[in-house]
């Protein structure tokens, strides 16, 4: 059960009040899990990929595990979570934010993950990332349409310049316009 405290609407703070069946600890340390498993998967399938090729997403993998680690410690109770918590940032009675966000706002949010996946799976990074930069300012950050446009041409001028001729680093262009093209 949550009780919403706070002098003004713009000071209202969330606070978890104790029940005897509160099972919000135990379904939080999903999400970590998840996490630690999916780092684990890049790290171990990384290991097929050449030298090089495997670093970043060795690196990755691994940092990310670290953080669900942490994450999944500083959700339980004892004192190693409550040192966590203290120590780390905050925890479910310090949130970060001051509002519960809506179910169907996360739900979306988490959705922009595989579909970014997709797309660049199908199409390709550099037709996949001005897409996503110009669709996510519009429709989350309400930006005017001008300047979710400018902001996906220059990420994305940026990106290419970066791997494509400073790092003379091929982006992958996708199964529809790859090398190994399905068309």
């Known amino acids: 059960m949550l009780i919403v405290t706070g002098a003004d609407p713009y000071t209202v703070r969330m606070s978890a009040a104790k029940t005897d069946n509160d099972s919000r600890t135990a379904s939080s340390i999903v999400v970590p899990i998840v996490l630690a498993v999916l780092a684990g998967l890049a790290v171990y399938f990384a290991r097929g990929y050449g030298a090089t090729a495997s670093r970043l997403p060795t690196l990755i ?58 797309a660049i799976i199908v ?5 996949t990332l001005p897409v996503f930069v110009f669709l996510y300012s519009w429709l989350n ?7 979710c446009a400018l902001t996906a ?4 001028a940026l990106v290419g310049i970066v791997f494509e001729v400073v790092l003379d680093y091929e982006l992958y262009r996708g199964m529809l316009f790859g090398d190994e093209a399905y068309l």
């Open 123 to 127: 199409v390709g990074i550099l037709i």
């Open 61 to 118: 993998g691994s940092i990310v595990f670290v953080l669900a680690l942490l994450d999944f410690v500083s959700r339980l109770p004892g004192a190693p979570g409550r040192v966590l918590r203290l120590t780390l940032g905050a925890g479910f009675q310090e949130r970060e934010l001051d509002f519960e966000p809506r179910r169907r706002t996360e739900i979306m949010q988490l959705a922009w993950v595989p579909a970014v996946i997709v």
């Open 141 to 147: 950050g309400r930006w005017p349409a001008w300047l």
């Open 153 to 156: 041409v220059v990420v994305t």
